[in-house]
Structure formats: C-alpha cells, structure tokens
C-alpha cells in the first residue's frame, strides 16, 4: 500500500520561502511519477508540479514556473517542493500524489495514491 505523507507547510509573508516534503513508502517508486497539486478555499485541486522518479524530469503549472522547483531524493523515498517568491494566491493546501508510470497531461491528471495535505498560508 502506497503511503505518502506531506509535511513542511506554514504561515510565510509574501515573498517569503517554503519547502514542502513527502515522505514516500509502500513501493519501490522509480517507474513512479510524484505530482504537487493544491486546493485553495472555494476552488477546485489544480496541478501544481511533477517529477518522474527515474529521470527526474519535471512539469511545472504556469502559475508556478520559475518560483517553483520540486526534486526527489531516492535514499529518503521523499520528494520535495522548493517555493519561493510565494504570493497571497498561492495560499492552499498542498497533496502529493503519486501513479506508476503516468504519461498524459497534468493538467488532467488524476493520481492514484494523495497524501493528506498540509497547508500553506501566504500573508500578504
């Protein structure tokens, strides 16, 4: 059973810095691609990231590219989100995700394995 567990969120001002971790377990994940969505009050869970276990390729939303960076370190089975520049409107809560071998587009994306989330508040 696939387990993930997010961790790291918190209240940062605007232009502040934040780095989400998820702790992996369950799997072996390197045919695995590790996604960051979020969900902010009243909208809908959007992509945010993805990276692909093996390669480490990456796939970022457009809101994000350039703030954003999100990594794996394969000895911890943890995937990690760097933010940075963080804005009031990237106030949510975050998930990690997880599927074996996804290849479509993120933006549709539908995970099989979430993690409970952890909030991220940006103060302005």
């Known amino acids: 059973q696939v387990q993930l567990v997010e961790s790291g969120g918190g209240l940062v001002q605007a232009g502040g810095s934040l780095r989400l971790s998820c702790a992996a377990s369950?799997?072996?994940?390197?045919?695995?691609?590790m996604g960051w969505f979020r969900q902010a009050p009243g909208k809908e869970r959007e992509f945010v990231a993805a990276i692909n276990w093996s390669d480490r390729s990456t796939y970022y939303a457009d809101s994000v590219k350039g703030r954003f960076t999100t990594s794996r370190d394969s000895a911890k089975n943890t995937v990690y989100l760097q933010m940075n520049s963080l804005k009031p409107e990237d106030t949510a809560v975050y998930y990690c995700?997880?599927?074996?071998?996804?290849?479509?587009?993120?933006?549709?994306?539908?995970?099989?394995?979430w993690g409970q989330g952890t909030q991220v508040t940006v103060s302005s």
């Open positions: 995700a997880a599927e074996r071998g996804y290849r479509g587009n993120y933006y549709y994306w539908h995970p099989d394995y």
């Open positions: 369950g799997r072996t994940f390197s045919s695995y691609v």
